[in-house]
């Protein structure tokens, strides 16, 4: 069964950095991409940045393009998120989800983690 | 990366079908057989109801089911019951699979 697990969220003030982990079980984890994905209070979804299953290429979306920096350790099953120069509109939910096997869609997500920028 | 246009809420009764659009450009919905859709309740992760325009995960009820023409996707619930009430979200690619964007969200409401 497919298991991933978000943590490292909490507060940070504005311009300061955190790195989130995404924890994966129950599947093999070193063949498929993984993506971010965050959602606002209130708010919808916002596709954050994505990492081929290999690590040999990465996505992101235009608003955190220079300032976050997603990588994976495949011998740890872990997805991570380095976020840097916060802003309060990355105030969000951040949720790891797998990249689908064989088609195009976001088919497993985690629970997320809350990431609050407030001074 | 302009968000995809939902409208923000519809309803329908039990047993009823409602439909759910999602309009993009030739550079997302248009481009790509890429769209998915995903069901979120209040406080929970999304979850994955159809993928690549119209296919259904192992799992996912035949009431739900999806459809393209040019830049509109579409997403049909059949047969609506009280568990259907949730935002429903739509996504595409923007590139071929690399990058992605998502709609804005639609709140069902089932009267």
């Known amino acids: 069964q497919v298991h991933l697990v978000e943590s490292g969220g909490g507060v940070v003030q504005p311009g300061g950095s955190l790195r989130l982990s995404c924890g994966a079980s129950?599947?093999?984890?070193?063949?498929?991409?993984m993506h971010w994905v965050r959602q606002a209070p209130g708010k919808g979804l916002e596709w954050v940045a994505l990492?081929?299953?290999?690590?040999?290429?990465?996505y992101y979306a235009d608003s955190v393009k220079g300032r976050f920096t997603i990588s994976r350790d495949n011998s740890k099953n872990t997805l991570y998120l380095q976020m840097n120069s916060l802003r309060g509109e990355d105030t969000a939910v951040y949720y790891c989800?797998?990249?689908?096997?064989?088609?195009?869609?976001?088919?497993?997500w985690g629970q997320g983690t809350l990431v609050t920028v407030s001074s | 990366q302009s968000a995809l246009t939902q409208p923000a809420s519809v309803s329908g009764s039990p047993g009823q079908s409602i439909t759910i659009s999602c309009t993009g450009t030739?550079?997302?919905?248009?481009?790509?057989?890429?769209v998915s859709w995903y069901q979120q309740y209040s406080g929970k992760a999304p979850k994955l109801m159809i993928h690549?325009?119209?296919n259904r995960p192992s799992g996912v009820s035949n009431r739900f089911s999806g459809s393209k023409s040019g830049n509109t996707a579409s997403l049909t619930i059949s047969g609506l019951q009280a568990e259907d009430e949730a935002d429903y979200y739509c996504?595409?690619?923007?590139?071929?699979?690399?990058?992605?964007?998502f709609g804005g969200g639609t709140k069902l409401t089932v009267l």
């Open positions: 990492i081929r299953y290999d690590g040999s290429n990465e």
């Open positions: 996504s595409s690619s923007i590139s071929s699979g690399t990058n992605w964007v």
């Open positions: 690549d325009v119209s």
């Open positions: 030739s550079s997302d919905v248009g481009g790509y057989n890429y």
């Open positions: 129950g599947f093999t984890f070193n063949t498929y991409g």
């Open positions: 989800a797998r990249r689908g096997g064989g088609y195009h869609a976001f088919d497993y």
